[in-house]
């Protein structure tokens, strides 16, 4: 019998829109395809996600990525604010889970710095009824531990 549901957060409960969150700061898709490269989409994410490493640390390794686009990195990091996005039906599915008898839990990799700045994203947090998010535990799914 399923007694838990178990959630990821990004694309599932909020969006992660780096792209067009990197469009609406007004850099060109070219450009925000090459500013994804350097952070989101390298591994050094996964890092900013652990919440092992200093931000500045984690954006010096991006810089790293792409040396020629610094200043742009930079920017595009400075405040992620809008990098995830609200999905409407988030808060009102985990209630209806809840009220069902399940208990509602959240696994995601997910970093402190976007817990913080995008807090309007994640309105359903204060309704589960725990997990993991990495930055906290130091892990990073699909870690074994």
């Known amino acids: ?6 959630f990821d957060i990004g694309n599932v409960l909020a969006g992660f829109a780096w792209h067009e969150y990197y469009e609406k ?5 070219a450009m925000a395809d090459r ?11 996964n890092e900013y996600d652990r919440g092992c490493m200093s931000d500045e640390a984690i954006v010096s ?7 020629e686009i610094e200043a742009e990195i930079r920017q595009a990091v400075s405040s992620i604010t ?3 996005t609200h999905y409407g039906y988030a808060v009102d599915w985990v209630k209806e889970l809840k009220r069902k008898g399940y208990r509602v839990l959240v696994l995601s990799n997910i970093s402190r710095k976007i817990l913080q700045e995008c807090w ?7 309704y589960m009824d725990g997990g993991i998010l990495s930055f ?5 799914k699909p870690m074994p531990e």
């Open 1 to 6: 019998m399923i007694r838990t549901v178990i």
């Open 25 to 29: 700061l007004g850099f060109d898709a």
């Open 35 to 45: 500013l994804g490269r350097a952070t989101v989409l390298s591994g050094d994410w």
């Open 61 to 67: 390794l991006f810089v790293e990525n792409d040396p």
């Open 82 to 84: 809008g990098i995830m």
């Open 120 to 126: 309007l994203a994640l309105d359903f947090l204060p």
């Open 136 to 140: 906290q535990d130091k892990l990073l």
